[in-house]
């Protein structure tokens, strides 16, 4: 038998304990039609640095858990879409692309410069301000049964789109952050983007092939074969400076054709039990203290790209022909930010550019991670109402 | 037919929708998972689905079975005039023929011609499946199947005049 340290028994408590605390959060946020992702966050505020009760056996473990998190966030952002998905995104949609890069995330950099984070600290901003959450907009369209909707592929598209921006955002943040002297940096990132390239290559060329040598008729095994490889790269990768989380969505890209599909089913509970484990992480990592000082910044951030976001959306569904309430959809869907944003917080948390940019992401993740949700459910009854209202209108009329 | 539109949803799945004649438009979601979705669109606004009902692959075959049972029988009825030389006929006894008033095993159709008769018609009534003791009258529609050449030879059969 396993001899069980006094230590390892307030392991097991606490982490017993707090993931109980997640599932009543969780619960309450789907009977209320929220993302849990921002009340993890608070409960981490709020068992963290400075918070109501401090963990202290668990926090390690945590720690842990939130690094292989992020890994698995990333590995599935990366399966999220097959190879040909990402080929078509670029080649149809890349000016609605254009468009969601340059609204969004500008204000971040312009915030950013205006906070005094430096270029890296400015450019990690954008980021957070630019990506919105997939996680959160998948649910949400489920939720108000909207995904069968015609301005849906647009909104699809902009996430597609993001998700390739991100291919090359994060390798390239990785490069910056090591710092170092200009050469340096550009081998860097050449040598990231390179790799993504050949990832990217791999997905759209031999998406079969790799089905073939991965696939295995058991479950476990293939659990097993993609974790395994997952974690591998992710290290690999973090030995070579550049960034674990840019492995393991690499490994994310490069898998796909049937076995893409299989494994997303096979890692969605992984992924759910240890990204939560992330953002209670992230949210330790903050004082709550720290949070009523950047609040105002942050709404006003968050305001001004929830309205760019909002412009995005409704700009690029009228392009595609869609009527007055499909664009008013499309554009209040896309403002979500979370689980994204997070991740890119945590890089910027864990590089040390500046104590502020933890708060004040944080602030900024949990305003539009609420609001954002909340935005696009007001606006969905809104656009059938108005739509209601013309359509008797017209009756009248005729 | 109505034209099917097929649209891609990335991470999602793939949409096909169709306008009815009657104007309605339907879709169908098929998720990578295998779930199908049932889309109704709004009718006076086609980017809004009105009614959706999620389906898992089991449902969409019993719902795929059910819609498409009854047109089944419809392509069958088609099909028969049609395949492998085998038509279906609907044949006048006349007034003057021979065999008016006579048992339909009298007139020896199968024998002569290879030609089955299935069903009489009298008075907008049918007899279905006659038996050899059926009587025909003067005025009956004889429903035959058998090769075309057969039932032209039935047809001449049945006007024989008597003798």
Redesign the interface.
Same mark, same amino acid.
């Given at each position: 038998m396993l001899a069980a340290s006094p230590g390892a028994a307030d392991l097991l408590v606490e982490l017993g304990g707090i993931l109980l605390v997640l599932a009543v959060l969780g619960r309450v946020a789907g009977k209320v039609g929220l993302p849990a992702i921002p009340l993890y966050l608070l409960a981490g505020l709020l068992v963290g640095e400075g918070g109501l009760v401090e963990l202290t056996a668990a926090r390690d473990f945590i720690e842990q858990g939130a690094q292989i998190g992020v890994i698995l966030l990333l590995l599935m952002l990366g399966l999220e879409y097959s190879g040909d998905e990402l080929m078509s995104a670029l080649r149809q949609n890349s000016r609605f692309g254009a468009l969601d890069l340059g609204l969004n995330f500008i204000p971040g950099l312009i915030a950013g410069f205006w906070f005094g984070w430096g270029l890296n600290g400015a450019l990690l901003l954008g980021g957070i301000t630019y990506i919105s959450s997939s996680g959160i907009i998948a649910k949400v369209l489920d939720d108000l049964e909207n995904t069968g909707n015609r301005e849906t592929p647009v909104v699809l598209s902009i996430l597609v789109t993001e998700d390739l921006v991100m291919a090359f955002y994060l390798p390239l943040m990785a490069g910056l952050l090591i710092g170092g002297d200009p050469w340096g940096v550009g081998l860097e990132i050449v040598i990231a983007v390179t790799a993504v390239v050949v990832s990217l290559v791999i997905a759209v060329r031999f998406s079969s092939q790799i089905s073939t040598v991965l696939s295995d008729r058991s479950a476990e095994i293939l659990l097993l074969t993609v974790i395994g490889l997952t974690l591998l790269v992710a290290g690999l990768a973090e030995h070579l400076q550049a960034s674990s989380a840019v492995g393991a969505f690499l490994v994310g890209i490069a898998l796909s054709g049937p076995v893409e599909q299989h494994a997303r089913e096979l890692l969605a509970p992984l992924r759910d039990l240890f990204a939560a484990l992330f953002f209670v992480y992230f949210g330790f990592q903050i004082d709550p203290r720290d949070l009523p000082d950047v609040l105002l910044a942050a709404t006003v951030l968050a305001v001004i790209t929830a309205l760019t976001k909002f412009a995005t959306g409704w700009w690029s569904a009228a392009r595609s022909g869609i009527a007055l309430a499909g664009r008013i959809r499309a554009g209040t869907i896309l403002i979500a930010r979370g689980e994204f944003s997070i991740v890119i917080a945590g890089i910027a948390v864990a590089s040390g550019i500046d104590e502020t940019i933890g708060p004040v992401a944080a602030a900024y993740v949990l305003l539009l991670a609420i609001g954002g949700p909340l935005i696009a459910r007001v606006a969905d009854p809104l656009s059938s109402n108005l739509l209601a209202r013309r359509r008797a209108a017209a009756r009248v009329n005729a | 037919m109505a034209e099917i539109s097929e $649209?891609? *949803?990335? /991470? !999602?799945g793939l949409?096909h929708e169709f306008v009815c004649e009657s104007g309605d438009r339907i /879709?169908v979601?098929t998720r990578? #998972?295998g779930r199908r %979705?049932l *889309?109704i669109? %709004?009718e =006076? %606004?086609? =980017? $809004? !689905?009105s009614e #959706?009902a999620s389906l898992t692959p089991d449902e969409a075959r019993i719902l795929a079975d059910l819609l498409g049972g009854a047109t089944l029988v419809e392509r069958f009825d088609d099909l028969r005039q049609h395949i492998a030389g085998l038509s279906i006929d609907w044949l006048p006894v006349s007034e003057s023929s021979k065999f008016a008033g006579q048992a339909l095993g009298a007139t020896e159709m199968r024998t002569r011609t290879g030609v089955s008769a299935i069903a009489v018609l009298r008075a907008g009534q049918a007899i279905p499946a006659p038996g050899p003791d059926q009587v025909l009258l003067g005025g009956d529609t004889v429903v035959v199947v058998g090769t075309a050449d057969g039932i032209d030879a039935a047809s001449h059969l049945l006007c024989t005049p008597e003798s």
């Open positions: - | $649209t891609n *949803l990335p /991470g !999602v949409r /879709g979601i990578h #998972s %979705d *889309l669109f %709004d =006076d %606004d086609p =980017d $809004t !689905v #959706s």
